[in-house]
């Protein structure tokens, strides 16, 4: 049974590969890139409509296949801003924004504030779709954003992002140490046993 990530963010198929023993096959090297229309309203509806998205496309292109279905809807939450940018994180920019430009937003944000830095934290719903149902679990974790970029590794608002018990940001520390201790780590730790159920359920 062939694992495809319904993504087109390549920081998240890179911490997936990274996080997966299994291999992990793109949606975009089976079906080419397209965008899919987000308008859930919680991350866990938003991860369904883009694994629900590419499973139907992979039946419809490779009836006879056997997939089954990963997505990631994730996103950073400022108590400060409401809660703000949270499932929007990806166009709080405007649509059509990029990495940095919501990055810098962030930060302006929070010097618009007062602020040097205040509580945030990282939600990420993973959705899973088989032909033996469908499946949410969630990861978050907690931490601060200060008001500058520092590193240049992981990808988003990790540049300006400090997890709880560390003194450097994301964009400081190596996708292993991220991985151990993310939102997205967390969440499909609690993915692999439906993966390994699913993978039992198909040989039987
Ligand atoms: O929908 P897909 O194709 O998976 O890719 P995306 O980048 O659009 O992903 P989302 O819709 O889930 O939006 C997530 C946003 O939150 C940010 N984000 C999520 N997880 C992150 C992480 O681990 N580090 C930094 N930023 C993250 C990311 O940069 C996006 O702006
Ligand atoms: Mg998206």
Same mark, same amino acid.
């Given at each position: ?11 998240? *198929?890179?911490? %997936? +590969? ?7 096959? &793109?949606?975009?090297? @089976? *079906?080419?890139? %397209? ?5 859930? /309203?919680?991350? &866990? ?9 590419? =499973? ?24 400060? @801003? ?14 059509? /924004? ?5 990055? =810098? ?14 509580? &945030?934290?990282?939600? /990420? ?6 032909? =033996? ?23 988003? =608002?990790?540049?300006? %992002?400090?997890?709880?018990? %560390? ?16 939102? +997205?780590?967390? /969440? ?17």
């Amino acid at each position: 049974m062939k694992l495809v990530l319904a993504t087109g963010n390549k920081g998240k *198929l890179r911490e %997936f +590969r990274q996080m997966c023993q299994d291999e992990v096959v &793109a949606f975009s090297d @089976l *079906l080419g890139a %397209f965008d899919i229309v987000e308008d859930g /309203a919680t991350f &866990a509806e938003n991860a369904l409509i883009k694994a629900r998205t590419i =499973y139907k496309k992979l039946k419809e292109t490779y009836p006879s296949g056997n997939y089954f279905v990963i997505s990631d809807d994730s996103g950073i939450s400022l108590p400060v @801003l409401d809660g703000a940018p949270g499932i929007y994180s990806a166009r709080y920019a405007g649509e059509g /924004a990029n990495d940095k430009d919501n990055l =810098y937003k962030l930060i302006n944000a929070v010097k618009a504030k007062g602020l040097k830095e205040t509580p &945030a934290y990282y939600t /990420a719903a993973i959705a899973i779709v088989s032909q =033996y149902g469908e499946y949410v679990v969630h990861g978050w974790m907690h931490g601060k954003v200060i008001d500058k970029v520092r590193g240049d590794k992981g990808f988003g =608002y990790d540049p300006m %992002f400090i997890p709880s018990g %560390f003194e450097k940001t994301l964009g400081e520390l190596d996708d292993e140490v991220k991985s151990k201790i993310s939102h +997205r780590g967390k /969440a499909l730790a609690l993915a692999k046993p439906i993966i390994q159920m699913l993978r039992r359920k198909d040989i039987h």
